[in-house]
């Protein structure tokens, strides 16, 4: 079940949708379901900013434009029958995008794990360490342990080496993830720890290392943040 790691991937030839129309900044690439398959009719929009939101296709692709250059957004995916979730990013990067959307059912078999339920209103934050030196690495980063800078609010967890959240680790196993379930919504911030790596956003400029790690929790979602680790 190692897939159910697998939320956000900078993967690249899969999108084959309509090109850009002008030189905005956008964001592009491939929705897809825990088993690979492209998921249609995923609303994408990008939270706060005044654009219209696209639509997937039937292979899962979409494309929303246009988006301010050089800036952090956070866009967001909704679908029925799975978890509305958002990522962050930032616009400078030219990386197609490979989304992965979980399934009511998975969510409630994640949160089980812990033994708690989705609370309405309230929102999930989630991280993915990645190893290397580009955007494109697969390899994951274990013993990181991570808390909220100034709150003790939620439900921790770090996903197992097959992608559930195992209660009884304390630190990033082989998926190198994590997060927390059940946080009201606002904006936090996740300190790393140990690992033996230094750790930023894949999704910002404006960050020095070291710094704990900006997310956005929004209501009924799960929101991600991708961070590289050298």
């Known amino acids: 079940m190692a897939w159910l790691a697998l939320a956000l ?35 994408v929009c990008g939270h706060g900013l005044d654009v219209p939101c696209a639509t997937s296709e039937g292979d899962g692709d979409f494309l929303l434009e246009p988006l301010p250059e050089d800036a952090d957004v956070v866009v967001t995916m909704v679908r029925d029958g799975h978890l509305p979730t958002a990522y ?8 197609e995008w490979r989304k992965t959307l979980m399934s009511d059912a998975i969510v409630d078999l994640m949160t089980g794990r812990v033994d708690t339920e989705q609370v309405p209103g309230m929102g999930h934050a989630m991280f993915i360490l990645w190893a290397g030196p580009d955007y494109d690495a697969y390899d994951r980063v274990e013993g990181v342990s991570f808390d909220l800078v100034g709150t003790d609010a939620g439900e921790r967890f770090y996903q197992a080496d097959g992608g559930l959240p195992d209660p009884a680790l304390t630190a990033t196993s082989t998926s190198g993830s994590g997060g927390v379930f059940n946080l ?4 936090y911030a996740l300190r790393l720890s140990g690992g033996g790596v230094a750790c930023e956003p894949w999704f910002s400029w404006d960050f020095a290392p070291g710094d704990p790690v900006p ?6 979602m799960a929101s991600y943040v991708d961070l590289v680790c050298r």
């Open 88 to 95: 962050h990013h930032h616009t400078a990067l030219d990386v």
């Open 184 to 187: 009201a919504p606002g904006d």
């Open 215 to 220: 997310i956005t929790v929004l209501p009924d």
């Open 9 to 43: 991937l900078g993967c690249r030839q899969t999108y084959d949708g309509p090109p850009p129309v002008g030189d905005a900044a956008v964001v592009y690439g491939r929705v897809v379901g825990l088993l690979g398959g492209g998921l249609g009719d995923v609303e």
